[in-house]
């Protein structure tokens, strides 16, 4: 079986954990693009993360160069609210205003994931629901001064959350929420025929 080389498109510390924790061999580097100031236009909540992490995913293997044996992780996670897609937070107002919007309610974080290499590509979308119960204002202030709801899709950590003691519910997967779809990635992984080893590449 050929070894490959596993190269995560992401500087998020949540997804490296979630891979290490699961025994996946990987590096990790920056994607070296924004997707700050891009919008989702007319397409679907699953169109729109695939073409992220395949848009992360391509980039980190143009700006790398290593051989046929790399494999490049792209991922993307949005939380949709009725008809409104919901990235990271622009800023405190903003991480405030969304968790507000998602407190007393429902709403799905939906994860795409590209696998990309040299001559092949392969995606993969992941959704879960999250019912939110009732944040008091108190919980979101103490939240938004700690500074840890930056660079997260919807604004919260969902481990982190409910090790916090806010009452959240998840349907579903936990860490697809958290980043990654780690229930279905292994397998994915093994039956594509990527077999990952620490520095292994070709």
């Known amino acids: 079986m050929t070894a490959h080389r596993l190269i995560l498109a992401s500087t998020s510390p949540r997804r490296r954990q979630m891979?290490?924790?699961?025994?996946?061999?990987?590096?990790?580097?920056?994607?070296?693009?924004?997707?700050?100031?891009?919008?989702?236009?007319?397409?679907?909540?699953?169109?729109?993360?695939?073409?992220l992490a395949y848009l992360k995913a391509?980039?980190?293997?143009e700006q790398s160069d290593e051989?046929?044996?790399?494999?490049?992780?792209?991922?993307?996670?949005?939380?949709v609210k009725g008809d409104a897609l919901v990235g990271q937070p622009r800023d405190v107002e903003d991480a405030g205003d969304i968790i507000r919007l998602l407190r007393c309610g429902e709403h799905r974080v939906v994860t795409g994931i590209a696998l990309v290499t040299r001559t092949s590509r392969f995606l993969?979308?992941?959704?879960?629901?999250?019912?939110?119960?009732?944040?008091?204002?108190a919980m979101i202030d103490a939240y938004l001064a700690s500074g840890t709801w930056q660079g997260k899709a919807g604004a919260y950590n969902l481990a982190e959350r409910m090790a916090d003691g806010w009452p959240l519910h998840c349907t579903g997967d936990p860490a697809t929420v958290m980043g990654l779809p780690m229930r279905r990635?292994?397998?994915?992984?093994?039956?594509?025929?990527?077999?990952?080893?620490?520095?292994a590449a070709g």
């Open 124 to 137: 993969l979308v992941d959704a879960a629901d999250v019912r939110v119960g009732d944040i008091t204002d």
């Open 19 to 51: 891979l290490a924790e699961a025994g996946i061999p990987h590096d990790a580097r920056s994607p070296g693009i924004d997707d700050g100031p891009l919008h989702s236009g007319r397409v679907t909540p699953d169109q729109w993360v695939s073409a």
């Open 185 to 199: 990635l292994p397998g994915t992984l093994a039956s594509l025929g990527f077999h990952f080893v620490e520095g």
């Open 67 to 79: 051989d046929e044996g790399a494999v490049f992780l792209g991922a993307d996670t949005v939380v």
């Open 58 to 61: 391509r980039s980190g293997l």
